[in-house]
């Protein structure tokens, strides 16, 4: 078990045993939730392009069903643990019940650095694991999407791996598609897009508005660039934007086309160089003076180590987990808000909702009809967690928590109903 795994896992059940008490439901509700209903593990077997066989370890964790099939991506890393993996899927039973969604949660996982073997090596990996999962997957059973490391190609190949099995076209089984295979184009920037509109709600709550505020960005793939992208869009500054190999600041603004464009050539923004323009590392992208801070990478980035020195008043939680339980308590204690994970990336997954009702009907919205839809269901859920928050008393509760209670209030009452309870 990694430490980074367990802290995380260990932040959500403090979390949800703290929304329990506060909303005033049955320890029993602590009981079934603090664990997944079903832990799938996978090992499969791929011919490597020196013609040997490696073998993946492959997890997929269904976490509840309460409310709905099982929802919530795959993630491909190199350190992807089964105690990471339970907590991710933990998290998408309660982000999807916050946002109204008829699902449970779950997540996937392999043990796998994609950018380290072939295309043809990944399309048999990502095949390999949706053969594997398809007795346990499918449209009102469990809908995977992609996560940290996965992509509309690889939903493409699962997509088609699951229907050869099933022997008719099955749309409705992964979402996130690419645009042609039953995807809708809104999917690509739907993370970003939410991420910047609960930073915007946020934001004329704190300041009367985003316009003009200063942004630092942690992590330049799907979630991060496109939350730069809308947040400038919507009026922000953003002034610091970073990926794995670290990135630039500048006080003045960043050119995010630039950014972007040295990004695709180079692999990374830290090759990016402009006038005005320094260099940070991704702890120093966490601490600089700004309005709004994003971490949008991988989870524990913010904790009892750093929280101290975070000098941003929002904090919008673009990846899953970024900020310990501890330096929440600590952020909360300073008057910072922080935006969390199940609020603010919720974006992706309201979004594959869309896409997987119109799977289901087969029948597509245009992009800006998808879009209102999208966004009006954020701004329900942004509504309800800031009257949930406002009740609870904005003083001894974090927004976080507030939101846990909003969740586990729906999953509670179908589990009741259901007679589980
Ligand atoms: N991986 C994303 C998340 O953590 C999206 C999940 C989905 O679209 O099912 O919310």
Do not use: C
């Amino acid at each position: 078990m990694s430490l980074k795994g367990a802290t995380f896992l260990e932040s959500v059940l403090q979390t949800l045993k703290r929304a329990i008490e506060l909303g005033g439901y049955p320890q029993e509700v602590y009981e079934i939730l603090s664990r997944p209903q079903r832990i799938i593990t996978v090992n499969i077997p791929v011919k490597m392009d020196n013609g040997k066989i490696q073998v993946f370890t492959g997890y997929r964790v269904q976490h509840n069903n309460a409310l709905g099939p099982y929802k919530g991506g795959i993630r491909f890393h190199p350190e992807v643990t089964l105690d990471e993996d339970i907590a991710l899927a933990t998290v998408m039973t309660f982000k999807n019940a916050l946002n109204g969604l008829p699902y449970g949660g779950g997540k996937g996982a392999i043990a796998v650095d994609p950018k380290k073997i072939s295309k043809r090596e990944l399309e048999e990996l990502s095949r390999g694991y949706a053969r594997a999962l398809a007795p346990f997957i499918g449209p009102e059973t469990d809908i995977p999407a992609p996560d940290v490391g996965t992509d509309p190609q690889i939903m493409a190949w699962m997509v088609d791996e699951y229907s050869k099995i099933a022997g008719r076209n099955v749309p409705g089984v992964f979402t996130a598609k690419p645009v042609i295979l039953w995807g809708n184009p809104v999917r690509e920037y739907s993370t970003g897009f939410g991420v910047a509109v609960w930073a915007r709600e946020a934001a004329k709550k704190l300041w009367g508005g985003i316009e003009g505020k200063t942004v630092a960005v942690q992590g330049f793939g799907n979630v991060g660039y496109w939350g730069a992208y809308w947040l400038i869009k919507m009026g922000a500054k953003v002034v610091a934007v970073t990926d794995s190999k670290g990135g630039v600041y500048n006080p003045n603004g960043l050119d995010l086309t630039a950014v972007k464009a040295v990004k695709d050539k180079t692999g990374s923004v830290i090759n990016y160089d402009a006038p005005g323009t320094r260099k940070v590392t991704n702890e120093e992208v966490l601490e600089l003076p700004v309005d709004v801070l994003v971490p949008a990478a991988l989870e524990n980035v913010i904790h009892k180590g750093n929280a101290n020195n975070i000098k941003a008043k929002l904090v919008v939680e673009g990846a899953n987990g970024p900020t310990t339980a501890d330096a929440e308590q600590v952020l909360h204690r300073k008057g910072i808000w922080v935006l969390p994970d199940l609020a603010a990336n919720a974006g992706g997954v309201v979004m594959s909702y869309l896409e997987w009702v119109e799977n289901l009907q087969w029948y597509f919205w245009d992009e800006e009809e998808t879009r209102n839809r999208l966004e009006r269901i954020l701004l329900d859920t942004f509504n309800r967690v800031m009257i949930r928050w406002s009740k609870l008393g904005t003083d001894n509760v974090t927004i976080r928590e507030a939101a846990y209670v909003e969740a586990v209030d729906r999953i509670y009452n179908a589990m009741k109903v259901r007679g589980w309870i």
